[in-house]
């Protein structure tokens, strides 16, 4: 039972032009959810993170969006860059669980075209 | 600031051997959390060490055990291989479980089950 989902497994962007990443999730306790990005052959790195008491967290090139009613979240990177080409997992957390551990999503494998 | 280090970067194992993966976490972080990457299923929780207690445990079988020493180093071990424990094991540090702050990623150890 996938409780994040990224239902894209990848999404081709013209660079200049806006990314939009989804990511749906099913446990109404989340509470906390985050943005990482993925480059080949290295760990995840941070990007950015929404609590539940938002619906819009912006830092940069990157906001996300938060619809609670949909359990639906979304990461925008306007413009998108040639270096934003990387694989990009959301992931959420009720941070109230006793059993409190960050659930990912699958990843979507973002290619930012020239 | 050194970040997370994990060791060996990548390693060749038979099936029905056991393999031991380290993980350094940065200066000052005291919670160590382990994760399975395969492909398509995003990243997997193993477990989470804190002052070298396990804290938290993902829906792994008892052949994954790890452990954490008192300079907050960790340690995974996974005995008994099979072709399907072939990965990519993901390291993270945080100062301490459930916080805001974000996990910080090493580059990871890439197993293969032969």
């Known amino acids: 039972d996938q409780q994040v989902k990224q239902n894209s497994p990848s999404l081709s962007v013209q660079e200049g032009r806006i990314s939009i990443l989804n990511c749906d999730y099913t446990?109404?306790?989340?509470?906390?959810f985050l943005w990482y990005k993925k480059y080949p052959a290295e760990g995840p790195t941070f990007l950015i993170s929404?609590?539940?008491i938002k619906d819009k967290n912006e830092d940069g090139r990157f906001t996300v969006f938060l619809n609670k009613s949909a359990k639906h979240l979304s990461l925008h990177i306007v413009p998108s860059q040639p270096g934003d080409s990387a694989v990009y997992f959301c992931?959420?957390?009720?941070?109230?669980?006793?059993?409190?551990?960050?659930?990912w999503g699958a990843g979507t494998k973002l290619i930012i075209k020239p | 600031k050194a970040g997370v280090t994990q060791t060996p970067r990548y390693l060749i194992k038979t099936r029905g051997q056991q393999v031991t993966l380290s993980c350094s976490p940065i200066?000052?972080?005291?919670?160590v959390s382990w994760y399975q990457q395969t492909p398509g299923q995003g990243l997997q929780f193993l477990f989470e060490?804190?002052?070298?207690?396990?804290?938290n445990k993902g829906n792994f079988p008892g052949r994954f055990s790890g452990r954490q020493f008192s300079n907050s180093r960790s340690e995974m071990n996974v005995s008994t291989l099979e072709l399907g424990d072939s990965a990519l094991y993901l390291c993270?540090?945080?100062?301490?479980?459930?916080?805001?702050?974000?996990?910080?990623f090493g580059n990871g150890t890439r197993l293969t089950v032969t």
């Open positions: 993270a540090s945080s100062f301490r479980p459930r916080s805001n702050s974000p996990l910080h």
């Open positions: 200066s000052g972080h005291r919670s």
């Open positions: 060490y804190f002052s070298e207690t396990q804290r």
């Open positions: 446990n109404s306790m989340f509470d906390y």
């Open positions: 929404i609590s539940s």
């Open positions: 992931a959420a957390s009720a941070r109230g669980d006793s059993n409190y551990q960050l659930i």
